[in-house]
């Protein structure tokens, strides 16, 4: 990779995490019980995180590079699951996708995974209110049925004692779904959802069990 292409998606993926931040911080508002709620996150170490990218995906080094792995109780079950964030390569906004791998203990001394995809996710989105640990996931949608925008799109996931990932928007009474337009500077607007738009955002961010 040369400098211009590295200078390149460095300020590509800046502009993309400064506008997945300011989404971050309507969500704040939005959802002031997740704040100070982080869940107990362990690093993994930068070798354990590259061998199993490099595994996953063929040795593509711009992603192994900045990969994270860490080591986090996802199910309440006593025991550390791994998670491992992995960028998507390209510009712009999606400099700040990832793939987002749960390897998670399933009750049998096994373990199940599942993957999902996500923007701007850090350590900060798992959270634990009131006991359980919760995945806070945001995704970027295009226009839905009352609105012309493209926007923000806020749920919350946990798993169960199986290892399946379930969503838990219920938990959290109307809030979730929460979706907010999408603009390049801070201007934050709730819209209302159709049962189209509902059905959009479930089919849009199912996650895939391997």
Same mark, same amino acid.
């Given at each position: 990779?040369n400098r211009?292409t590295?200078? *390149?998606?460095?300020?590509?993926?800046l502009?993309?995490? +400064?506008?997945?931040?300011?989404?971050?911080?309507?969500?704040?508002q939005w959802?002031?019980?997740f704040?100070a709620a982080?869940?107990?996150?362990q690093? +993994?170490?930068?070798a354990?995180?590259s061998?199993y990218v490099?595994?996953?995906?063929?040795d593509?080094?711009f992603r192994?590079?900045y990969?994270?792995g860490? !080591?986090?109780d996802?199910n309440?079950d006593?025991t550390?699951?791994?998670?491992?964030?992995?960028?998507?390569?390209?510009?712009g *906004?999606?400099?700040?996708?990832?793939d987002?791998?749960?390897?998670?203990?399933?009750g !049998?001394?096994?373990?199940?995974?599942?993957?999902?995809?996500?923007?701007g996710?850090e350590?900060?989105d798992?959270? @634990?209110?009131?006991g359980?640990?919760y995945?806070?996931?945001?995704d970027?949608f295009?226009q839905f049925e009352?609105s012309q925008h493209?926007?923000?799109?806020?749920q919350v996931f946990?798993?169960?004692?199986?290892?399946?990932m379930?969503c838990s928007?219920?938990?959290?009474?109307?809030?979730?779904?929460a979706v907010?337009?999408?603009?390049?500077?801070? @201007?934050?607007?709730?819209?209302?959802l159709?049962?189209?738009?509902l059905k959009?955002i479930a089919d849009g961010?199912k996650p895939?069990?391997?």
């Amino acid at each position: 990779m040369n400098r211009k292409t590295s200078s *390149l998606i460095f300020f590509s993926a800046l502009f993309a995490i +400064l506008l997945a931040f300011d989404a971050s911080a309507w969500m704040d508002q939005w959802a002031p019980e997740f704040k100070a709620a982080t869940a107990n996150v362990q690093k +993994l170490s930068k070798a354990c995180v590259s061998n199993y990218v490099c595994t996953a995906l063929e040795d593509d080094e711009f992603r192994w590079k900045y990969s994270d792995g860490y !080591a986090i109780d996802l199910n309440d079950d006593g025991t550390k699951d791994q998670v491992f964030i992995i960028p998507w390569m390209g510009n712009g *906004l999606s400099a700040a996708g990832y793939d987002v791998h749960f390897i998670v203990s399933n009750g !049998a001394k096994g373990r199940k995974k599942t993957v999902m995809q996500g923007y701007g996710v850090e350590k900060t989105d798992f959270v @634990k209110v009131a006991g359980k640990t919760y995945f806070r996931h945001s995704d970027f949608f295009e226009q839905f049925e009352k609105s012309q925008h493209n926007h923000w799109v806020y749920q919350v996931f946990s798993f169960d004692k199986n290892g399946a990932m379930r969503c838990s928007n219920a938990d959290f009474v109307k809030k979730f779904p929460a979706v907010t337009i999408f603009y390049n500077n801070p @201007k934050f607007k709730q819209i209302e959802l159709t049962k189209g738009d509902l059905k959009k955002i479930a089919d849009g961010t199912k996650p895939v069990t391997r």
